[in-house]
């Protein structure tokens, strides 16, 4: 495990990217389960990992809608796949959105907001990334399989 601390939103693309690269061409789905305090900056470390893939729309966090999807440029990684299980309540909410199937698909991105939600469905490939606060302006990112 690393730890970085981080002062701008700027200076988590620099984590994105090195969590990125730890994900090769693969025949599934690269997963990165971001933990965190509410509003701690996990959808600005998304944010991040949508710049250094090359995402060109304008990132939200999905908290009412459970997921969002968005093409990339990048030339291994076609497809990040945003998921915030804040308010999933059981498992089967996941299944509605096909999350098993996501989690084996090619060339994507899952960006797991609040994986603890849905622990049971992380797989143990994932990458782990926890932010926590420091101070109003300071955060420590804790990166590593």
Known sequence: MKTTTVRTP????????????RFGA???????A??????????????ALAQVLG????ITSPTFVVM?????T??????????????????????VI???RLLEEEGSVLCIEWPERIAAMIPERACRVTIASLDEHTRTVTYGD
């Open 10 to 21: 700027e200076e988590m693309e620099p984590i994105a990217r090195e969590v990125l690269e």
């Open 98 to 100: 096909d999350l098993p």
């Open 68 to 72: 969002k999807q968005y093409a990339t």
């Open 74 to 95: 990048h030339p291994v990684f076609k497809k990040l796949i945003h998921i915030d299980a804040y308010r999933v309540e059981d498992l089967e909410e996941m299944r």
């Open 26 to 32: 693969g025949s599934v789905a690269a997963v990165i």
């Open 34 to 47: 971001l933990s965190g305090e509410l509003g701690v900056g996990k959808t600005i470390f998304t944010k």
């Open 55 to 58: 995402v060109t729309e304008h």
